[in-house]
């Protein structure tokens, strides 16, 4: 079977990463990128990483998305705060059957990306990466890379494993990112909000990286509360997370190196947070069926003061 073609819409730390990663791999890939462009026509693309460090002299690279040419995978790696330019970025991109890969945070994003392109496109990726990018051009991996797929619906009931999720995986794996097929995406989402909304939250909150809160006996109590309140909203859609996955997640944040969240260094950069797509929907879709996760509404309105303060 031949090899899928890739657009990456947002070439940032995640998408530049698996992206490049694609690439390396043999995949035909093609970058959008915005600030980064003149640099990466130029220079490319460099990778420092854990797994060994890699450049990509020469990319398919792009400031105008009417001039790419349209593939068989769309990886979606935009922050939610620029989704309002998706029915602009998206359709240009698209050939009939293509997919979209969603690799972005929080929860519902689907349903608002479903009404531009419609639902049987869509497939959902939870990524557990940490990268970050240090300066134009340059991305720098410093843990984890695995990503978990699933297919969406308009309802987002569990469809199984479908051929054309293993044939994107196929290429991921080929390019040496770990992949797990999930049955259930809004199950997956869930599970991935256990880590992003105690640790995005309160990196910005208590303006601290993971080691740092892991190692507070009252902010480690704090993430754990938290993990419990993602799990009764997670069960208010009847989505149940077994309460031996929040030790495991914190196992899991003490072997991590320390690590300065997107969220964080979205606040220090000045850029929105994505607070809508990993706070509001959640706590939206768990009131929505009379459930009220009180430490994770008062992470929501801090973070809103916070936000709307900082970029004053």
């Not at 790419?68 to 935009?78: E, N, Q, S, W």
């Not at 994003?109 to 940490?130: D, K, M, S, T, Y």
């Not at 149940?240 to 996955?245: A, H, L």
Request: charged fraction near 20%; glycine fraction near 6%.
């Amino acid at each position: 079977m031949s090899k899928l073609t890739y657009t990456i819409i947002g070439t940032g730390a995640l998408g530049g990463f698996y992206g490049a990663r694609l690439q390396k791999a043999g995949n035909e890939v093609h970058f959008l990128l915005n600030n980064d462009y003149t640099h990466v026509t130029q220079y490319g693309l460099t990778i420092t990483s854990i797994d060994g460090d890699f450049s990509l002299p020469h990319l398919n690279a792009y400031n105008d998305v009417t001039k790419m040419p349209k593939t068989d995978v769309v990886i979606l790696a935009l922050k939610t705060t620029n989704n309002h330019l998706l029915p602009k970025i998206l359709p240009p991109v698209l050939k009939e059957n293509s997919v979209v890969l969603v690799f972005q945070n929080g929860i519902s994003i689907e349903e608002n990306i479903a009404a531009i392109i419609g639902p049987h496109r869509i497939i959902g990726g939870v990524c557990f990466l940490c990268s970050n990018k240090p300066s134009p051009g340059q991305i720098h991996h410093v843990d984890y890379k695995k990503i978990i797929l699933g297919e969406y619906t308009s309802d987002y009931q569990p469809v199984g494993i479908t051929d054309r999720m293993q044939q994107i995986a196929n290429d991921f794996e080929n390019a040496d990112i770990p992949i797990e097929l999930a049955e259930d995406l809004l199950f997956a989402r869930w599970k991935k909000l256990v880590w992003n909304i105690p640790y995005n939250g309160l990196s910005v909150i208590l303006n601290a990286s993971t080691n740092e809160i892991m190692q507070n006996t009252n902010s480690r109590k704090l993430v754990e509360n938290i993990m419990h309140e993602v799990l009764a909203g997670a069960k208010s859609s009847n989505r149940i997370i077994p309460d031996d996955f929040i030790s495991y997640m914190l196992d899991y944040t003490d072997k991590m190196k320390p690590y300065r969240t997107s969220m964080k260094i979205d606040y220090d950069e000045g850029r929105p947070l994505e607070i809508e797509a990993i706070f509001g929907n959640s706590l939206n879709k768990a009131k929505s069926m009379g459930v009220h996760l009180p430490i994770i509404e008062s992470l929501y309105q801090q973070l809103k003061f916070l936000d709307a303060k900082n970029r004053l």
